[in-house]
T-cell receptor, first 109, second 113 residues
Framework: EDQVTQSPEALRLQEGESSSLNCSYT??????LFWYRQDPGKGPEFLFT???AGEEKEKERLKATLTKKESFLHITAPKPEDSATYLC??????????FGKGTKLSVKP | DADVTQTPRNRITKTGKRIMLECSQT?????MYWYRQDPGLGLRLIYY???????NKGEISDGYSVSRQAQAKFSLSLESAIPNQTALYFC????????????FGPGTRLTVL
């Protein structure tokens, strides 16, 4: 069964304190690993798509990496505006996305 | 203007009422999806459509129906709403032929009393 597990469930950081979010997955054939950001009461906002182990993508303070079993979202020197829930998903056999439960990130000034 | 729009944004209704949630997109995408989000459960797929004549059930389709009126429009109906259908509902779209990334609408917050 295709499955996505995210950890930790919640993460509290001080502004400038770098850290990583984890997304581990099991899938019969990877059809993409997706990262989204979701603010309260809003729709998920697309961040990155990764397809192959070893692939990396960056956007501002965020960097996503992929191995055969997991993906990491590295946050470098976070700011309070980076506070959000970060969702990881894999491409499902129906063309849908299979989501993890998310990591809620809080960055305090 | 937003690429994926949903109406209404908020809705409160009573048990047994019929409710329709609407989704429109201007991205020219073929594929459209309806997801539901509940606290602690993440996003789950309700229905999906790869084109106007192709509609498929997702993981949690019981109690829901859909209509693909046009390439750009995909509606979700609750024929007889019940309290455990209280949730955030999201529409998403992507293109065919390798465009895997899905783009989400702003969501509809539905409360069933």
């Amino acid at each position: 069964e295709d499955q996505v597990t995210q950890s930790p469930e919640a993460l509290r950081l001080q502004e400038g304190e770098s850290s990583s979010l984890n997304c581990s997955y099991t899938v019969s054939g990877l059809r993409g690993l997706f990262w989204y950001r979701q603010d309260p009461g809003k729709g998920p906002e697309f961040l990155f798509t990764l397809y192959s182990a070893g692939e990396e993508k960056e956007k501002e303070r965020l960097k996503a990496t992929l191995t055969k079993k997991e993906s990491f979202l590295h946050i470098t020197a976070p700011k309070p505006e980076d506070s959000a829930t970060y969702l990881c998903a894999i491409g499902g056999s129906q063309g849908n996305l299979i989501f993890g439960k998310g990591t809620k990130l809080s960055v305090k000034p | 203007d937003a690429d994926v729009t949903q109406t209404p944004r908020n809705r409160i209704t009573k048990t047994g009422k019929r409710i329709m949630l609407e989704c429109s997109q201007t991205k020219g995408h073929d594929r459209m999806y309806w997801y539901r989000q509940d606290p602690g459960l993440g996003l789950r797929l309700i229905y999906y459509s790869f084109d106007v004549k192709d509609i498929n059930k997702g993981e949690i389709s019981d109690g829901y129906s859909v209509s693909r009126q046009a390439q750009a429009k995909f509606s979700l109906s609750l024929e007889s709403a019940i309290p455990n259908q209280t949730a955030l509902y999201f529409c998403a779209t992507n293109g065919a032929g390798g465009e895997d990334t899905q783009y989400f609408g702003p969501g509809t917050r539905l409360t069933v009393l």
